[in-house]
């Protein structure tokens, strides 16, 4: 199969609600989806994003920069393609924007490469299963009251999660030790509860409130600090006995590796764009089995779903709804369990009004 074509898609998905963390006021997600077009008419996709429709056109400048590199090769050499785009990156830097282009390329790729064995990626790579541990990440944002908090907890399990992650980060002392008490009061024992502080305290605050929130039994805590601050997360993570998550905003496997030298996290959650791909992320995934460190993912769970089901050391899979809009099939979500298409490749086509209705 032969890459002919790669056709470029700048897009702006509006948020159902805004998203409010410790560092975000977002209100849609600028996407730069990659449509890669083969011999036979196949189509790859992949896609990256911003937050900033301008950071989004130079999102979309690097793709166009690295599509002749993938136009008019076979659709199978997806490791070959990116090491070569990896490395005529090396000017610009294996970090930021060139990186996440790099992504939506290589992901497009991998499509195309489990399409053309017709197999649905998951299996292309090795995984058995097609049903992966989930939990719900689509809100539980800071801004929420108690009851709002709870209501959308009990939304996330009529829709059959059993995992769900709120977000920490609000200023007055106690008020998130409140919220998640709340929350741990209505789920019940059973429904695995995370919190991400997304890097909004320093050391002492989250070994405080981390030792606070020891009640809750939270499944992980993630981020609680600065992302380049890996000695403090590695204290925190010593210091705590919840698992300290982190890792999504760190590029590339080496990157990860110099997490896991640390010792900076218990679960390492790369995110597909900062890894370039999937060819980055089975490089991150396989060094944490080396290091014994369990593997989560961040967003993109249309595609980060496969990788994790072929990693046997993943935890649980983030799944986000940021994206499901632009395809013409959502993942079904049955009892805690993200469930992967059997059609080959990343196994969602594109919904060509969608694409119409959020072009930018
Ligand atoms: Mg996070």
């Not at 429709?53 to 199978?76: C, S």
């Not at 299996?123 to 058995?128: K, N």
């Not at 509860?193 to 009640?215: C, H, K, M």
């Not at 999504?248 to 790369?270: C, F, H, N, Q, S």
Request: proline share 4%.
């Amino acid at each position: 199969m032969k890459i002919d074509r790669v056709v470029v898609h700048p897009l702006s998905l509006p948020l159902a609600q805004p998203l409010k963390t410790s560092i975000h006021d977002i209100r849609s997600v600028d996407t730069v989806l990659v449509e890669m077009q083969a011999s036979g008419g196949a189509v790859g996709l992949g896609y990256c994003f911003a937050f900033g429709p301008r950071r989004a056109r130079a999102l979309q400048a690097l793709v166009e920069d690295l599509a002749p590199i993938y136009e008019g090769a076979e659709a199978t050499a997806t490791r070959a393609l990116f090491d070569r785009a990896w490395r005529s990156l090396n000017f610009l830097g294996h970090a930021g924007v060139a990186v996440m282009a790099l992504c939506a390329l290589d992901t497009a790729c991998w499509d195309l490469a489990a399409q053309s064995a017709n197999l649905p990626l998951w299996r292309f790579l090795g995984a058995e299963r097609n049903r992966v541990p989930a939990y719900a990440s689509s809100g539980l944002w800071l801004h929420r009251s108690i009851d709002e908090l709870v209501a959308e907890a009990r939304r996330f399990v009529a829709a059959g999660h059993r995992a769900m992650k709120m977000r920490l980060g609000k200023t007055r002392a106690g008020e998130d030790l409140e919220r998640a008490r709340a929350l741990r009061e209505a789920l019940g024992p059973d429904v695995k509860l995370l919190a991400d502080v997304n890097q909004g305290w320093d050391e002492a605050t989250a070994i405080r409130t981390g030792r606070a929130l020891e009640e809750i039994g939270l499944f992980w805590l993630e981020e609680p600090l600065p992302y380049e601050d890996l000695e403090g997360a590695a204290r925190v993570a010593a210091a705590l006995d919840t698992p300290i998550a982190s890792g999504e905003t760190e590029y590339g496997w080496v990157g990860m590796k110099r997490y896991l030298d640390a010792r900076a996290a218990d679960i390492l959650m790369p995110d597909l764009q900062r890894m370039g791909g999937v060819t980055g992320y089975l490089r991150a995934v396989d060094l944490c089995d080396a290091y014994h460190t369990p593997v989560s993912s961040h967003l993109f769970v249309e595609v980060s779903g496969h990788v994790v089901a072929a990693a046997s050391h993943a935890t649980l899979l983030e799944h986000m709804d940021w994206w499901q809009e632009l395809f013409d099939d959502r993942l079904a979500v049955v009892d805690g369990h993200v469930v992967l298409p059997d059609r080959p490749g990343i196994g969602v086509g594109l919904d060509r009004k969608a694409l119409a209705r959020f072009r930018a």
